[in-house]
């Protein structure tokens, strides 16, 4: 079985900036894209940005240029840095990755326990 940890979330003031890491662990053949939604209360899950293993990124339109996604393919782990936060980045904050369990096989993804994000002041 595999599982994703991730940690870093907290309270920050609007402007800060905090960095989330999510680290995968487990058996499987190989691991995919990596990233992270995010969901505010009342609010669908929405995709914040993701990273494949050639190092390709993608983000939403909502934190482009504040938001980076980068990865540690040795560690098999995750990083959200999050710049110039603002209030309505305030959600729980869920990793995920997509890992085929054997050459060939279908991909499968696999969630983060999900880690809250407070902008306030």
């Known amino acids: 079985q595999v599982q994703l940890v991730e940690s870093g979330g907290g309270l920050v003031q609007p402007g800060g900036s905090l960095r989330l890491s999510c680290a995968a662990s487990?058996?499987?053949?190989?691991?995919?894209?990596m990233g992270w939604y995010r969901q505010a209360p009342g609010k669908q899950r929405e995709l914040v940005a993701f990273?494949?293993?050639?190092?390709?990124?993608n983000y939403a339109d909502s934190v482009k240029g504040r938001f980076t996604i980068s990865g540690d393919n040795a560690k098999n782990t995750v990083y959200l840095q999050m710049n110039s936060l603002k209030p309505e980045d305030t959600a729980v904050y869920y990793c995920?990755?997509?890992?085929?369990?054997?050459?060939?096989?279908?991909?499968?993804?696999?969630w983060g326990q999900g880690t809250q994000v407070t902008v306030s002041s």
């Open positions: 995920y990755a997509n890992f085929r369990f054997r050459p060939g096989g279908i991909e499968s993804r696999f």
């Open positions: 487990g058996s499987f053949f190989s691991l995919n894209a």
């Open positions: 990273i494949t293993p050639d190092g390709s990124t």
